[in-house]
């Protein structure tokens, strides 16, 4: 069993990401001991180096709640993940065209750019400018 200071240190966050995960319901409440402090167990831990590498994929706290509660719950978790898991993939597949439409246009850019650090009209800025008042 760990305290919060404990569990906070051995999963890389701060105390109040501890507390925070709890009111918004991510981690359960951790039993207490008589003088009322808070105590925390490996599953704990696990599931807050769950969250944090959720996060890292670009799940927003929201998303993690509803997939948190699906695993939670032992009742038609199959169907529900399922879902939650396609429309998951329908968002990133969308995210990942648009990096690749930023990436041609940061590489197009790139090109016109003559690496001139003296010029008085920069083509990058310039190019994004007509592009902006052109849509």
């Known amino acids: 069993m760990y305290r ?38 490996d599953a704990d831990a696990k599931r807050i180096q769950f969250i944090k590498r959720l996060q890292q994929l670009g799940f927003s706290l929201t998303e ?13 978790r199959c169907a529900n993940m399922y879902a939650f898991v396609s429309k998951k993939v329908e968002e990133v597949q969308k995210q990942i065209k648009d990096l690749q439409r930023v ?12 690496d001139e650090k003296a010029l008085y009209e920069c083509p990058m800025i310039e190019t994004l400018i007509e592009e902006e008042f052109s849509t």
């Open 64 to 76: 993690i709640h509803q997939l948190l509660g699906i695993v939670d719950q032992d009742k038609e």
């Open 4 to 41: 919060i200071s404990e569990l906070a240190k051995r999963c890389g966050v701060n105390k109040e990401t501890i507390r925070y995960y709890e009111k918004r319901q991510l981690l359960p409440l951790p039993t207490r001991t008589e003088a009322g402090y808070r105590l925390y167990s």
């Open 103 to 114: 990436v041609c246009m940061l590489q197009d850019l790139q090109k016109r750019c003559p």
